[in-house]
Nanobody, 121 residues
C-alpha cells in the first residue's frame, strides 16, 4: 500500500512564504520513484500542475510560479518539497503531491490527500 502524505500548508499573508513537504512510503522492492510533482486545485476547477521534478533532477514549473516557487527533492528519502515565496492571493488552493512509481515496465501514479494553502491580501 503506497502512502503519500503532504504537510506544511496553512495561512500566509501576501508576500509571505510557506514550505510544503511530501513523503511517500510503502511501495514494493523493485519499484522506483521517478517523478514527483505538486498540483493545486480550487473548487470547481481542474487540478493543475504547479511544479515537478524527475529522478534525473529535471524540473518544470507553471509560468505563474516561476521565480517564486522552488521544487526540490531527496529521492533517497522519498521526499519532496515546495518552497513558496512571494505568495499571492491567487496561489490559494489545495495543493496535492503526486508520486509516479515505475516498475521499469509500467508506471503508477499516487496522490496525497492535499494540504490547504490560503494567502490573504
Amino acid at each position: 500500500q503506497v502512502h503519500v502524505v503532504e504537510s506544511g500548508g496553512g495561512l500566509a499573508q501576501a508576500g509571505g512564504s510557506l514550505r510544503l513537504s511530501c513523503a511517500a512510503s510503502g511501495y514494493a522492492r523493485g519499484f522506483t520513484i521517478w517523478d514527483m510533482g505538486w498540483y493545486r486545485q480550487i473548487p470547481g476547477k481542474q487540478r493543475d500542475l504547479v511544479a515537478e521534478i524527475t529522478l534525473q533532477g529535471n524540473t518544470r514549473y507553471t509560468d505563474s510560479v516561476k521565480g517564486r516557487f522552488t521544487i526540490s527533492s531527496d529521492f533517497a528519502k522519498n521526499t519532496m518539497y515546495l518552497q513558496m515565496n512571494s505568495l499571492k492571493p491567487e496561489d490559494t488552493a489545495v495543493y496535492f503531491c503526486k508520486v509516479t512509481i515505475t516498475s521499469g515496465a509500467d508506471d503508477y501514479g499516487y496522490w496525497g490527500q492535499g494540504t490547504q494553502v490560503t494567502v490573504s491580501s
